[in-house]
């Protein structure tokens, strides 16, 4: 009770309650370990945003010289190159850390003004995204850029030009007549090359994006089809209930990572297909979690209150009965994003996974050498490291956010 | 108890017809639909006339055609594929010309042996594993056993496979283990005893491989019930009246705490029979998994559909297994 201040009436001011998810927050990162996890994670969504940025052939700046025809100027490549995706998921960033700065500045003068003003900021800035994201999307035409600016800059064709800090894009091949392949890590690369000489840092930094992406996509879809559905069953119950209790057993009952590989060699490989298989095929868990969550929630008096002001029904199901039972569904989806990434980098492995030369983790450890002949370990240590980490941190989070909203774990830690 | 079971039975009927029909539109929509096959089997020598004669036999075999060579609509042939499937005819492989039900007739063995193995580890390192962090809860035992066996549990085994099989079955390292496959070339002269060690040796990587992530799961979930267990009533008398500790926890508290196992062990009966795809792939294990995986991408339609049917009706008869023997198990529990 060390919040306690004398207003000026001199009558003691309880401080404000603290709302569920605050609360929540604040048991979840007491550990060291989750607050590393979540560090690690954050870093890993940063790479994945701005990979581009990072590893990649093309300068930042640099200026052509003056010739006989034209005159000095300064160029930009790696801006003029980006493919409309990145600048989406650049725009997608650059909103991210405005939000994240408007949340920690309003969190210190908190008020219901500020609150309103929150919201409308995040509605703004929400609109700017989608506006800026399709316009993009829209003019936008991705050229193929195979100039060699490293050569030229080491031949004083371009000067004063700026590397990324990893000077490699991901399909990038050393020429073969250099001898350059499957290289232990050196000073040129620091991890070393692939067996088609392609750079290890950078297709690892790349690698990020395939995961982090199939990971986050594929679970929202899973996350969209399993509430809705087990929102639906749970809160009719009856001959819905039934019917569609047998649409997630039918998805259930085959196996699942045979169903996926049965979708993935009949449907394609394309980094979109991959995400809403994965999403399709993982749904049922999320479902049936909340359906159990909403049998005990329909009939509490809040909920009967709700129907009696006459909501409309999606009010009810979604901003009454889902906030209160989404909990056990979003552990779940910690868990379920560990074995997306785990997924999607066993397909890769497999040889069905994202097409090549994209960089994934799975297909990288593949591409360490046929194990029982030639194994290059250092090819195989990076990727499997990091899907190994990912996939702990994932596992370590979403355990200890099922700590952390479990009230019997309350008095102990 | 025969109502319940009849109901359930009754209600799997509407489940099976529409994962049939799930599978019949998966496979039969896909691009490039592939009856010619028979790549093993007939090789380029063949006569043209032959080729189309075979290829004629495998469309007939899909119900793609009538007797007349004339094309079935799609309708049509969903219900001729489930009548004859109704009445146990399953597919032939366009790609081994084998009944799927050899196939799997020499699978299923191969799997099954490692997945058994695999699962008595299991179960062997899991039992002891919760019982002793349950009765150390909070300490740093149990934090450390949690911890650890979920860092296993991460750990990929497309990595851990293949790091095991590049450092100790590989000449270049380690040649310790065998590389592939699950018997050397001369087993016909081995004794019965020799040929035992002889596959126990070529199991030991995949074995490994299958093991380490299970421990996580099943000791959590031991742990989990033997400390609800150990807050029950009958826990408080059975000390009262005077019994050892030891008494208490195995013949009271583990005993009762067994219960749940029935559900997982019931849960994981499917995967018992399914096989590893990427264990098998890796290690080089002709099973289930690697039959799956080789059909998926040679696109050998009658088999994917017939595995994913038979893994299904498996799945769905074990969970039903499950509740009944929950039921035999403890008489409390009753379905209405």
Not at chain 1, 173 to 191: A, D, T
Not at chain 1, 395 to 408: G, K, M, Y
Not at chain 2, 99 to 125: G, W
Request: charge should be positive.
């Amino acid at each position: 009770m060390t919040d306690l201040t004398l207003s000026p009436m001199n009558q003691p001011v309880l401080p404000a309650p603290r709302p569920y998810w605050g609360w929540v927050a604040a048991r979840l990162f007491r550990p060291l370990l989750v607050r590393l996890c979540a560090a690690y994670l954050a870093v890993l969504v940063l790479i994945a945003l701005l990979v581009p940025l990072m590893a990649n052939g093309q300068p930042y700046t640099c200026i052509v010289p003056a010739t006989a025809s034209h005159a000095a100027m300064r160029d930009y490549p790696l801006f003029r190159d980006l493919s409309s995706v990145d600048w989406i998921l650049l725009v997608v960033a650059g909103a991210l850390a405005v939000q994240v700065v408007v949340m920690s500045m309003s969190r210190r003068l908190a008020g219901p003004q500020r609150m309103m003003r929150r919201r409308i900021g995040a509605v703004v800035i929400t609109g700017i995204i989608i506006i800026a994201g399709s316009l993009i999307a829209a003019l936008h035409h991705n050229r193929l850029d195979a100039v060699n600016y490293r050569s030229l800059a080491r031949h004083g064709l371009i000067t004063h030009a700026v590397f990324p800090p990893v000077p490699w894009g991901y399909a990038e091949m050393e020429p073969l007549s250099k001898g350059l392949i499957n290289q232990f890590p050196s000073r040129r690369h620091w991890l070393g090359t692939d067996g088609d000489g392609r750079d290890e840092l950078s297709r690892l930094l790349w690698g990020a994006r395939i995961a982090m992406g199939v990971g986050f996509v594929s679970q929202i879809i899973a996350l969209a089809l399993g509430i809705v559905v087990g929102a639906l069953t749970g809160y009719f119950g009856g001959i819905f209930d039934i019917i569609l209790m047998r649409l997630v057993e039918m998805v259930e009952s085959i196996p699942t990572f045979f169903l996926i590989l049965t979708f993935v060699a009949v449907y394609g490989r394309h980094i979109l297909d991959i995400m809403v298989i994965i999403g399709v095929t993982g749904w049922t868990g999320y479902a049936r979690l909340l359906r159990a969550e909403f049998f005990r929630i329909r009939n509490l008096d809040y909920v009967l209150a709700a129907q009696g002001t006459g909501m409309p029904l999606w009010r009810v199901l979604f901003k009454h009965m889902l906030p209160n039972g989404v909990t056990p569904v979003l552990v779940s989806a910690g868990f379920g994003l560990a074995g997306a990434v785990t997924i999607e980098a066993s397909l890769s492995y497999l040889g069905v996974g994202v097409q090549p030369p994209t960089a994934s983790w799975g297909s990288m450890l593949n591409s360490a050498g046929n194990p029982a002949t030639v194994f290059r370990w250092w090819q195989a240590l990076g990727p499997g490291m990091l899907i190994f980490i990912t996939v702990l941190a994932f596992n370590l989070f979403a355990e200890s956010l099922r700590d952390a909203i479990d009230p019997t774990t309350m008095g102990r830690r | 108890m025969t109502t319940y079971i009849i109901r359930r039975l009754l209600l799997m009927i509407p489940t099976l017809l529409g994962m049939t029909f799930m599978l019949f539109a998966v496979v039969r929509f896909a691009p490039g639909l592939t009856t010619s096959g028979g790549q093993f089997s007939s090789g380029i020598m063949q006569s043209r006339q032959a080729q189309k004669q075979e290829q004629l036999i495998m469309e007939r075999r899909l119900h793609l055609v009538d007797k007349n060579g004339r094309p079935i609509n799609l309708a049509m042939q969903y219900i001729l594929w489930l009548k004859s499937t109704c009445e146990g005819h399953l597919g032939t492989s366009i790609v081994y010309q084998e009944p799927v039900l050899t196939l799997i007739e020499q699978r299923l063995p191969v799997t099954l042996t490692i997945n058994a193995i695999a699962m008595a580890v299991i179960y062997l390192v899991s039992l002891p594993g919760g019982l002793i962090t349950a009765l150390n809860q909070g300490r740093l035992i149990d934090r450390g056993y949690g911890f650890f066996s979920l860092a296993l549990y991460s750990l990929p085994v497309i990595w851990l496979g293949s790091t095991l099989l590049g450092f100790f079955a590989n000449p270049q390292y380690f040649n310790w283990f065998p590389s592939a496959g699950l018997h050397s070339t001369n087993t016909g002269n081995m004794t019965f005893f020799r040929y035992i060690a002889d596959y126990l040796y070529h199991i030991v990587l995949p074995i490994v491989c299958s093991v380490y992530g299970g421990f996580a799961f099943l000791s959590k979930q031991i742990r989990g019930s033997i400390l609800e267990n150990l807050q029950q009533d009958y826990v408080r008398t059975a000390r009262a009246k005077g019994l050892p500790e030891s008494t208490v926890l195995v013949r009271h508290v583990f005993r009762n705490s067994l219960l749940n196992l029935i559900t997982l062990t019931g849960m994981s009966l499917p995967g018992l029979l399914g096989g590893s795809v990427i264990i098998e792939q890796i290690f080089s294990i002709n099973g289930m998994g690697r039959l799956a995986y080789t059909s998926t991408l040679s696109r050998d339609l009658p088999v994917i559909q017939d595995l994913a049917l038979v893994g299904s009706v498996l799945t769905l008869l074990s969970y039903l297994a499950v509740d009944i023997c929950y039921h035999l198990a403890d008489p409390r529990v009753i379905y209405d």
